[in-house]
């Protein structure tokens, strides 16, 4: 479970950007944040990884052995142990492309074991056999051996998802998983992350409602640094409508504009 409670973020010169996030995620759950360019969905993400320090507000975040803890109060030792278990899912993918795609999933413990064998990257055998299986998951096992940059987009996303799996992540983010792949890709990963849930909570933010809609179990929309919407993923137009403005325009033509891409495989 991860609790969110009163966060708050305000600039030297008084913009509130976050203005009392409230929310909680269980296991169990996929939550997707949607929300207008700008309204605090990155910023709120940011605070539950504890990359971003809120001025007010607390973040409790469960370890391994289920021992809560308020990631905007603890010791920064502290802090990275509780991130060892926190796989976070990046729009920009975050791999190393010049390692095999098996490193790549095999870089997601690398805090978990000690400094002189991550120093040597010295998992046993047992651990390699783990990531393998993390990358069926994704059904990547069989270019485990390859380079991770000759990958496509929506390859390397299902290495960053295997890369989480394999870290044993007690919470699983995602911030903006899909914004840089074709709608056939993107819907591989939504029914890749979906599934995960089951055993964490998994929070994502989004930019596509159709998409949160279909996948996820609970919408949270953030507008102007504050909590305007949560509940059932599938939102009506007269909520689209006060969640984005005028955006919402802009999101239906560009949604309309996407062709669907002809998949050649090479
Ligand atoms: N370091 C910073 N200094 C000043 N303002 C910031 C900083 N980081 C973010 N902001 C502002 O905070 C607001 C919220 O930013 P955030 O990145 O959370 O938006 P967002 O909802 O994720 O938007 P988008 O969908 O466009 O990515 C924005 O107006 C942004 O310009």
Redesign the pocket.
């Known amino acids: 479970m991860i609790e969110v409670k009163g966060l708050t973020k305000t600039?030297p010169n008084g913009r509130k950007?976050l203005n009392g996030i409230d929310f909680t995620v269980k296991k169990g759950e996929f939550v997707g944040i949607l929300?207008p360019?700008?309204?605090?969905?990155?910023?709120t993400l940011r605070c539950l990884n504890g990359l971003l320090k809120p001025d007010a507000g607390s973040v409790l975040v469960e370890d391994e052995h289920g021992k809560k803890h308020d990631i905007c109060q603890i010791s920064k030792k502290q802090l990275r142990h509780v991130r060892e278990r926190i796989g976070v899912i990046f729009q920009g993918y975050h791999l190393v492309k010049r390692l095999s795609v098996l490193e790549n999933v095999m870089i997601g413990r690398l805090g978990q074991i000690s400094t002189i064998r991550s120093l040597v990257y010295g998992f046993t055998d047992k651990e390699a056999e783990e990531a393998l299986l993390a990358l069926e998951k994704v059904k990547m096992a069989h270019l485990a051996q390859n380079r991770t940059g000759s990958l496509s987009g929506g390859e390397m996303q299902r290495v960053a998802i295997a890369r989480a799996i394999f870290q044993s992540p007690t919470l699983l983010l995602a911030d903006e998983p899909i914004s840089n792949l074709d709608p056939s890709n993107a819907k591989v990963i939504m029914k890749l992350i979906r599934p995960l849930s089951e055993n964490i909570p998994v929070v994502g933010?989004f930019?596509q409602p159709e998409m949160t809609a279909k996948y996820c179990t609970r919408v949270i929309a953030?507008k102007d640094g504050q909590v305007v919407y949560d509940g059932d993923p599938k939102l009506s137009n007269k909520t689209l409508e006060d969640i984005y403005g005028e955006e919402l325009a802009q999101m239906e033509q560009y949604e309309h504009a996407v062709p669907t891409p002809e998949i050649v495989r090479i």
């Open positions: 600039l950007l929300g360019s700008g309204a605090g969905k990155t910023l933010v930019h953030i």
